[in-house]
């Protein structure tokens, strides 16, 4: 049925991410078109025009609302009752598992850097990953205080640098080891940027 005439204006908005995130899924994200996604979301052609003026727009609201359940990862790790240096390493292993469990939505988080997209839905996504990354910037200062704000950063950018990898090479190695274990390659990943953090600076 065709919902384009009387649609609720938020679930109209959540049907159109809903699409986007299922199409992208099962195809190449670049072959995903706004028709595609009013399709799939059984609305009108003009329909995403309502919330969307073309689809680099719709895939930033994505790929926000990605960082924003990474966030919520984030904030119960860390209002944990744990050393920081525990929450830290938490933080990591919570991350790798993260981008693991939710392919689709960490590919468009990941797909373009977020201030190469325009209006209101760039500015959302921007706002998203610096809040997620100042997030990580706070809890390896946390765990080693004697960090400037400015090391403490950078060692967040190579913590962050260490997950992304080790997601990316670990789609690759499950084809060169059948039956990897996602759940230590996490646990690891989270033991080596509680290392790196706590060195001296």
Do not use: C, I
């Amino acid at each position: 049925m065709n919902r384009g005439v009387g649609q609720h204006h938020g679930d109209l908005r959540h049907s159109l991410l809903t699409a986007a995130l299922q199409l992208v899924a099962e195809s190449d994200v670049d072959q995903v078109t706004l028709r595609a996604v009013a399709r799939r979301a059984g609305v009108s052609a003009a329909a995403p025009y309502h919330h969307f003026r073309e689809k680099d727009a719709l895939l930033a609201a994505v790929a926000r609302d990605g960082f924003e359940a990474l966030a919520r990862v984030q904030l119960e790790v860390l209002g944990g009752p744990e050393a920081a240096p525990d929450r830290l390493e938490e933080l990591l292993r919570r991350y790798v598992l993260f981008a693991l469990q939710h392919h689709t939505h960490y590919r468009l988080m990941f797909r373009t850097v977020p201030t190469e997209v325009g209006g209101d839905e760039g500015e959302a996504l921007r706002q998203a990953a610096l809040s997620t990354f100042g997030r990580l910037a706070e809890a390896v200062r946390d765990a080693n205080p004697g960090l400037t704000v400015d090391e403490a950063a950078r060692r967040a950018v190579l913590a962050w640098a260490m997950a992304h990898g080790a997601v990316d090479v670990s789609r690759w190695a499950a084809g060169l080891r059948p039956g990897l274990d996602a759940e230590a390659l996490a646990a690891d990943v989270g033991r080596a940027v509680r290392a790196m953090a706590l060195e001296p600076s």
